[in-house]
């Protein structure tokens, strides 16, 4: 099996997203690419991790605490990682345990 390496979609594909220690969301760009998947390159920007939380319109990601399971994945600050999502998927939630930091989401194809 062979992997496509992220290419960023044509024209505008990036969303930033500067996030204290509440849950705050942003509308993803539709890449339009024909088919249901969708590829979304999160990148931490700041200089706190990140917790993120993929869904639909008024997404809210909680961070997990002490056992309690939670939907959120955590970004370390620098940190990039792509994830491929169903055509549902139309918003990102992000929060910060403490202080703030800064996502960019960019809507592309491939791995």
């Known amino acids: 099996m062979s992997l496509d390496v992220f ?6 594909c990036t969303v930033a997203l500067n996030v ?5 969301a942003v ?4 890449p339009k690419t024909g088919s249901d998947d969708r590829y979304f390159r999160v990148a931490v920007t700041g200089t706190d991790p990140a917790i993120i939380a993929f869904g ?4 809210a990601v909680t961070a ?11 970004i370390p600050a620098g ?11 139309t918003h990102l939630a992000a ?3 403490s202080g703030s930091t800064a996502v960019e989401v960019t809507t592309g194809k491939g791995v």
């Open 7 to 12: 290419c960023p979609t044509d024209g505008v």
């Open 20 to 24: 204290a220690t509440s849950s705050q």
């Open 27 to 30: 509308a993803l760009i539709d």
């Open 56 to 59: 639909k319109s008024g997404i």
């Open 64 to 74: 997990p605490a002490n056992g309690a399971p939670a939907n959120g994945i955590t």
């Open 79 to 89: 940190g990039v990682e792509i994830f491929r999502r169903d055509g549902s998927t």
């Open 95 to 97: 929060l910060c345990r």
